[in-house]
């Protein structure tokens, strides 16, 4: 059972898997993949990896916008999943307020609370996967449908 406390941000985190795996499959099939599109979601990864780098505070061994391959993206969508899924349900009330100290990829010394950085991890990704599928279609491919509401849906979420 998922505890009341994690069960927003577990759902959140099924969302991002699901839809992770959505648009790779939608590249690997995608006639003709814009390499934009692959930037593009190699940078997904890449930022979700430095975030949780940064929440565990460790070093990250991945670029913001890494240069990955699909088998790449791959990868790190696995490592950035089960990495995610361990840190979340470690998290007990009070760590969800903790502050995160860090550099930003400007340089700047920042400090976000734990709730605020996977919230916004979460966005991040969202975003960026709508450009990817409108980029996808441009070039005459099917792109990903990664809306949350298709994940709940599927029976995709806890």
Known sequence: EIPEHLRHFVRLLGHQAWADSQVLHALQNASDAPPDALKLF????????????????????????????????LRVASENEHGYRDFIFGLNRPALRRIVQYRNSAGWELETAVEDVLLHLFLHGAYHRGQIALLVRESGSVPAYTDFIEATRRGQLP
Do not use: F, K, Y
Not at 52 to 62: D, H, N
Not at 64 to 69: A, F, G, I, R
């Open 42 to 73: 190699a940078h997904i990864l890449g930022a979700e990896h430095v975030w949780l780098a940064r929440l565990q505070g460790v070093a990250p061994t991945e670029a913001v916008w890494p240069d990955l391959s699909l088998a790449g993206c």
